[in-house]
T-cell receptor, first 117, second 110 residues
Framework: EAGVVQSPRYKIIEKKQPVAFWCNPISGHNTLYWYRQNLGQGPELLIRYENEEAVDDSQLPKDRFSAERLKGVDSTLKIQPAELGDSAVYLC???????????????FGSGTQLSVL | QKEVEQNSGPLSVPEGAIASLNCTYSDRVSQSFFWYRQYSGKSPELIMSIYSNGDKEDGRFTAQLNKASQYVSLLIRDSQPSDSATYLCAVNDANSKLTFGKGITLSVRP
């Protein structure tokens, strides 16, 4: 069975340009997460979906970041315009977790390494 | 703001030794606890989960949880060079919001 699939693997852009990341979760996983990981730090949650509903986007910088999960399957995270400080690894994860199901495990994709020049 | 603290590190141990990795968390109602291993340039992979007080063993790995002290640890017995990686502690609340610590980098010397 395929794991969490992310693309692209690497992206280099100039500041003020837009960028988009795509994620396809493990089949049947209702919960999808986007994390950002800066060098030497742990992953920080940007947004969490249960099916197509964003249940936690409190840490998503909404002035420049947007995300969608149409049909409750794959998801896209967008940054427009990108800033130098957005350089990081963007990780997508999926799970069977949800309210009342905290023991379910997260499975991560390979991530997208973004460099903003 | 819920916090997960991993303040010790980096950690260096000789091959064959026991590596002890520690983590504390701030949210008393945290439900489940995970240890992820992350090799350089790779994504995190789950190695241990623990949900109740006490010890849980899986091969060379033992997770320990003490909810009263809000403390979770990971012991790696007979450490191998292949165990060299960053170990991330992660804590889940009842709403499945998973919060990660910053990680501890372990180096196992041959």
């Amino acid at each position: 069975e395929a794991g969490v699939v992310q693309s692209p693997r690497y992206k280099i852009i100039e500041k003020k340009q837009p960028v988009a990341f795509w994620c396809n979760p493990i089949s049947g996983h209702n919960t999808l997460y986007w994390y950002r990981q800066n060098l030497g730090q742990g992953p920080e949650l940007l947004i969490r979906y249960e099916n197509e509903e964003a249940v936690d986007d409190s840490q998503l910088p909404k002035d420049r970041f947007s995300a969608e999960r149409l049909k409750g399957v794959d998801s896209t995270l967008k940054i427009q315009p990108a800033e130098l400080g957005d350089s990081a690894v963007y990780l997508c994860a999926s799970s069977l977790a949800g309210w009342g199901r905290p023991n379910e495990k997260l499975f991560f994709g390979s991530g997208t390494q973004l460099s903003v020049l | 703001q819920k916090e997960v603290e991993q303040n010790s590190g980096p950690l260096s141990v000789p091959e064959g030794a026991i590596a002890s990795l520690n983590c504390t968390y701030s949210d008393r109602v945290s439900q489940s606890f995970f240890w992820y291993r992350q090799y350089s340039g790779k994504s995190p992979e789950l190695i241990m989960s623990i949900y109740s007080n006490g010890d849980k063993e899986d091969g060379r790995f033992t997770a320990q949880l003490n909810k009263a002290s809000q403390y979770v640890s990971l012991l790696i017995r007979d450490s191998q060079p292949s165990d060299s990686a960053t170990y991330l502690c992660a804590v889940n609340d009842a709403n499945s919001k998973l919060t990660f610590g910053k990680g501890i980098t372990l180096s196992v010397r041959p």
